[in-house]
């Protein structure tokens, strides 16, 4: 049994996400790992230490205090917005895909960081884009059914 609290009201945190205006319609991806968000499912985190990959015995639900496993989302609005500026601009004008600033609802095993949180399961609650137009901006509200404005 996990002796990290758990959350049934959500923890609303910020996130950045890299947007892939993929041929089914626009898909987020997490930034650090590119992983896929898909549209209408939570995300669950699961720890990928290689210690626990490799031993079975050592794998542990994520996430767990004092690792680094988990949903990332930070405290603070101007924490996000920072941390994008300085990633540099944004979409295809740029050669890069569009970026997505916004709120993520946290619940299930939640864990306090520094700056912010990380959680068991995550999804999206709302979005700015950045580098991206209307139509990328229709197919992730229709998708994730999430209120997207752009910046």
């Not at 569009?98 to 990380?118: I, K, M, T, Y």
Request: glycine share 10%; with cysteine.
């Amino acid at each position: 049994m996990s002796r990290t609290p758990t959350s049934i009201e959500p923890v609303l945190g910020w996130r950045i996400w890299h947007v892939d205006p993929t041929p089914g319609g626009p898909r987020l991806r997490s930034w650090a790992h590119s992983t896929e968000w898909p549209a209408g499912q939570k995300v669950e985190a699961h720890c990928r230490s290689i210690l626990g990959l490799a031993l079975p015995a050592w794998s542990h639900a994520a996430p767990r205090k004092g690792h680094a496993c988990g949903v990332y989302a930070l405290r603070d609005r101007a924490a996000a917005e920072t941390m994008l500026h300085e990633l540099g601009e944004a979409g295809p004008a740029f050669n890069r895909l569009p970026a997505a600033l916004g709120r993520v609802s946290l619940w299930g095993r939640v864990v306090e960081n520094v700056a912010g949180w990380r959680a068991q399961f995550a999804y999206p609650y709302d979005l700015v884009l950045f580098g991206a137009d209307d139509e990328i901006a229709a197919g992730l509200r229709r998708d994730y059914a999430v209120d997207v404005a752009l910046a």
